[in-house]
């Protein structure tokens, strides 16, 4: 079975600056698809980004970028110019990329972005 | 576009009671998906169904059950709640196809006491 790790269970940050969220995760399937969700106080469940196993290049959404590392099986996802609103639990989530697609999640990153 | 919706947004049961939470997606998603959040943690799958009439166990499936009679509609039924029941649940839409992701609904906050 798959398993996702996230080891930082809380980070902080200055406003403004740049944060790196590790995780870690185990698979032997080759097709596979990884993402970082954003989870604020409302509890909602926002999608941050994406990215495909089978992509070299790294996923890059606006501030948000991540560090794929296929090898290492390492997914760090990277905030750039952080800001308030950043503030909330970041999951890592993984997909295997058959049959019935469902999500293993890691257990999150309490980040808070200090002003 | 109304997207994932669940009901009811929070709820209070006493141990031995039962309850249906209800999730409703109207994007025309075939797969669909229960989780639950305890606190502090990740979410974990309970059912998922791949289509109507189709479901299937998920990582932490024990006190619970699920229907998939429509494409839109998949509610989750807890019988007997018990305190080991209190989270957040998550009902999520996908279609399935490729990266495409999975729409997740606002949560239900359960407490059993």
């Known amino acids: 079975a798959q398993t996702v790790t996230q080891s930082q269970p809380e980070m902080s940050v200055q406003e403004a600056e740049t944060v790196t969220l590790s995780c870690t995760y185990d698979?032997?399937?080759?097709?596979?698809?990884l993402f970082w969700y954003k989870q604020p106080p409302s509890r909602q469940m926002i999608l941050v980004i994406r990215?495909?196993?089978?992509?070299?290049q790294n996923a890059t959404e606006n501030r948000f970028s991540v560090n794929f590392q296929k090898a290492a099986k390492s997914f760090s996802l990277k905030i750039s110019d952080s800001q308030l609103g950043d503030a909330a639990m970041y999951f890592c989530?993984?997909?295997?990329?058959?049959?019935?697609?469902?999500?293993?999640f890691g257990q999150g990153t309490r980040l808070t972005i200090n002003p | 576009n109304a997207g994932v919706t669940q009901t009811p947004k929070f709820r209070i049961l006493k141990i031995g009671q039962s309850m249906t939470l209800q999730c409703t997606q109207d994007m025309n998603h075939n797969y669909m998906y229960w989780y639950r959040q305890d606190p502090g943690m990740g979410l974990k799958l309970i059912y998922y169904s791949v289509g109507a009439g189709i479901t299937d166990k998920g990582e932490v499936p024990n006190g619970y059950n699920v229907s998939r009679s429509t494409t839109e509609d998949f509610p989750l039924r807890l019988e007997l709640a018990a305190p080991s029941q209190t989270s957040v649940y998550f009902c999520a839409s996908s279609s399935g196809q490729g990266g495409y992701e999975q729409y997740f609904g606002p949560g239900t906050r359960l407490t059993v006491t």
């Open positions: 989530a993984y997909r295997s990329g058959w049959g019935a697609q469902k999500l293993v």
């Open positions: 698979t032997s399937e080759s097709d596979y698809y």
């Open positions: 990215q495909e196993a089978y992509k070299q």
